[in-house]
């Protein structure tokens, strides 16, 4: 099983940047998926989370109304549209296959984890 995150970079305040996540291994249109992001000598936080059929979607209070987290099944990718970027959003952003198919905010909801994609947003 694994999880290919991509498309992070440097970007700066106010500008915007979509993440993918592509699974392979095994087909996971069952399960949920969700985004969490870690900065350095901090414990990953969640950031957004997507039901089994893409029906119930669920935010950081921080991200609501900035980002917008989708899935393709049919591709097995999960993509993370992030708008209206602040300098405190920089962090290694990581996707997620959870053990059920509604995605909880816990990081030991989720089974198996991308590598991780550094976004950085400059002021």
């Known amino acids: 099983v694994q999880l290919q995150a991509s498309g992070g970079g440097l970007v700066q305040a106010g500008g915007s940047l979509r993440l993918s996540c592509a699974t392979s291994g095994r087909r996971f249109s069952n399960n949920a998926l969700g985004w969490f992001r870690q900065l350095p000598g901090k414990e990953r936080e969640f950031v957004a989370g997507?039901?089994?059929?893409?029906?119930?979607?669920n935010y950081a209070d921080s991200m609501k109304g900035r980002f917008t987290i989708s899935r393709d099944n049919n591709k097995n990718t999960m993509y993370l549209q992030m708008n209206s970027l602040r300098p405190e959003d920089t962090a290694v952003y990581y996707c997620a296959v959870a053990r059920g198919a509604y995605a909880g905010v816990f990081y030991g909801e989720y089974d198996y984890w991308g590598q991780g994609t550094q976004v950085t947003v400059s002021s």
């Open positions: 997507i039901s089994w059929n893409g029906g119930r979607t």
